[in-house]
């Protein structure tokens, strides 16, 4: 991954390099990014704390796929025999596909935060906090499949190709007509030219076990819920259809359409003109808003010192699905984390457990910055052979105006 990183592979990455996990399971697919803007937290005496922070996200998920499906989104139709090797080709029997959901999103967000010491002792002290979230939503698009039956069959008019044969499709979907020029622009932290806005909250609560004054706890236990919100897009750009077709055909050179943009073109842009195109989608039937929920999970934290500044922490995250809109959605996953904590460094190794396939990381903190990985064998696979799920990098930095302990 840091040779395609600093584009020095031998080679462009290619469908062959990736693969499917082959346990006959639904598969679920998800490419992420988050970017922390300016943040700001003081106290306000000594039980109570407010803070406000600002971060941009975006990501494209694709959840309760086949394995079958998958396999062709990742190959494409352009070699047939392949596919046939596969056991994909099928003349008369229809594949059926009725749970498959493709939801992509780019947003900022702005939180305001308090945090407010409920009940204190000399032994322990029990902690509340809740945060209100104003998204602003400038990319959203998504798919929700009712029901999917196609065949894969040979394309007599291209060599070694194969056609998709739709005969039933029914599905709603969305997108946004976003410029692909304003992404990532300053602009976002502050909501100009957003085609969506929505609200959403956190709340938790942690316990402490007190220790000397200005050292950690000796154990934290904590819960919360987060990102409880979702975001409504409506306006000039926005399109939302139902689809009903029966009876059509994607063909090797339509299929890669739907992975090269025209010029001027995002992927989003590209993907829904495309099934406009292919589906005989007209201004009349769209809606013109949709709404994307935010990704909802549950999460639950133990963390115990050891010895000294050795601690272990165990974290469970739990997607919280929301089946009344789309989503984009948290990945559930658990987590062990030994590590080495003190006031000016600490070193962590998380093990994670996600998607059936395991993680392991590393994060290290110097004063106030902070750099890690939670999978470095993703990070540094080589040779063109991805064996992990997944992959990750962060950094971060931060200081205090005022700093105080405890």
């Known amino acids: 991954m840091l040779d395609l990183l600093r584009q020095k592979n031998s080679r462009p990455l290619d469908p062959y390099d990736l693969e499917e996990i082959r346990n006959g399971k639904p598969k679920n697919g998800t490419l992420s990014g988050e970017l922390r803007g300016p943040a700001v937290s003081f106290r306000l005496g000594n039980r109570t704390n407010l803070g406000i922070m600002t971060r941009v996200r975006s990501g494209f998920q694709v959840t309760d796929a086949s394995e079958r499906l998958m396999a062709i989104t990742r190959l494409g139709l352009a070699n047939q025999s392949n596919l046939q090797d596969l056991g994909y080709l099928a003349l008369f029997a229809s594949q059926s596909e009725n749970r498959f959901n493709l939801t992509s999103q780019a947003y900022s967000e702005w939180a305001f935060s308090l945090g407010q010491v409920l009940i204190e002792t000399d032994a322990f002290r029990v902690k509340g906090g809740f945060t209100l979230k104003r998204y602003f939503g400038y990319a959203g698009g998504y798919v929700q499949n009712r029901s999917l039956n196609y065949r894969l069959l040979p394309d007599s008019t291209t060599t070694n190709a194969a056609y998709m044969q739709i005969d039933r499709f029914d599905a709603t979907m969305g997108y946004t007509d976003a410029d692909r020029a304003s992404f990532l622009s300053p602009g976002w932290l502050f909501g100009r030219n957003a085609s969506g806005r929505g609200w959403g909250w956190d709340v938790g609560l942690a316990y402490e076990t007190l220790a000397e004054e200005g ?21 000039q750009g926005v399109k939302n259809y139902h689809i ?49 929920a935010t990704p909802t999970a549950l999460n639950l934290s133990a963390d115990v010192q050891v010895v000294n500044h050795f601690y272990i922490n ?42 059936g396939g395991w993680a392991v990381g590393t994060g290290l903190r110097v004063g106030g910055l902070v750099v890690g990985s939670d999978n470095l064998l993703g990070l540094f696979s080589r040779n063109g052979r991805f064996k992990a799920q997944g992959v990750d990098i962060y950094g971060g930095v931060s200081f205090g105006l005022n700093p105080r302990k405890n």
Not at 215 to 235: C, E, F, K, M, N
Not at 265 to 285: P, T, V
Request: net charge negative; hydrophobic share 30%.
């Open 215 to 235: 050292t950690l706890p000796t154990l934290r236990l904590s819960a919360s819920l987060t990102d409880a919100g979702q975001i409504h897009y409506a306006g």
């Open 314 to 355: 165990a974290t469970v995250i739990q997607s919280i699905k929301r089946t009344s809109v789309p989503q984009l959605r948290q990945t559930s996953l658990w987590a062990v984390v030994p590590r080495y904590e003190s006031e000016k460094v600490g070193l962590s190794f998380p093990i994670i457990r996600q998607n």
């Open 244 to 292: 009903q077709a029966d009876d059509r055909q994607i063909t090797e050179e339509e299929w890669r359409g739907y992975s090269s943009p025209q010029e001027g073109e995002n992927q989003l842009n590209a993907f829904g003109r495309l099934f406009e195109e292919e589906f005989g989608l007209k201004d009349d039937d769209n809606t013109g808003e949709f709404t994307l």
